[in-house]
Every structure is written in C-alpha cells, then in structure tokens.
C-alpha cells in the first residue's frame, strides 16, 4: 500500500512557475515509477509526465516537453513537478501516481487527491 499526497499547487500568472511535490508513505517508494497527470473541468484525464524508479529515464508529452520537469528524490520519498512558463491551458487538477513506468493511467496502481493550479490570464 503506498499513499501519496501532492502539494505546491495554487495561483499563478501567465508564465509564471510552481513547483509541485507529491510525498509517499507506506510501501517502499524507490521501486516505484512515478506519473504525474492532470485533469481539467469537462475534459479527461492526461499524462503529463513520467520518471522510473532510478530517475534515469523521463517522458513527457509535446504539450509540456520543454516547459515541465519531472524529478525525484528516493531518499526523501517524493517526486517533483517543476512547471514553468505556465499557460492558461495548463490550469487542471494535477495527480501524482506510483506504479510502472508508463503514459497509460492504467499502469499506475496507486493515485494522490490531487492539488488545483490555476493559471490566469
């Protein structure tokens, strides 16, 4: 069993930056891939970004490559979102999730609550 919460989210500008954290108890993380996905009012839920167990490896879609950084720290049982040059289209409900290293949502076992970021114009 692993539990995930995710904080960092809020507020911010066009172009502005966040950071989003998404710490883990429970079951040992470092086995874990890590996702993070977001979700909008009225739209479905979308892969934003990936990382494996060792942190070696990453991906991301066109839509945030480039601007998104995914990162982890073992140590500290928790994954990182750095978000820059934010877009109003990027405002959603962003999930962290544990599981095998993938884009599909299916391949994650384990889901956080989720935190807002609102990006204004």
């Known amino acids: 069993q692993v539990q995930l919460v995710e904080s960092g989210g809020g507020l911010v500008q066009a172009g502005g930056s966040l950071r989003l954290s998404c710490a883990a108890s429970g079951r040992t993380f470092s086995g874990y891939s890590m996702g993070w996905f977001r979700q909008a009012p009225g739209k479905e839920r979308e892969f934003v970004a990936a990382?494996?167990?060792?942190?070696?490896?990453?991906n991301y879609p066109d839509s945030v490559k480039g601007r998104f950084t995914i990162s982890r720290d073992n140590a500290k049982n928790t994954v990182y979102l750095q978000m820059n040059s934010l877009k109003p289209e990027d405002t959603a409900v962003y999930y962290c999730?544990?599981?095998?290293?993938?884009?599909?949502?299916?391949?994650?076992?384990?889901w956080g609550q989720g935190t807002q970021v609102t990006v204004s114009s």
């Open positions: 999730a544990a599981g095998s290293y993938s884009s599909y949502q299916r391949s994650y076992d384990y």
């Open positions: 990382i494996n167990w060792s942190g070696a490896m990453t």
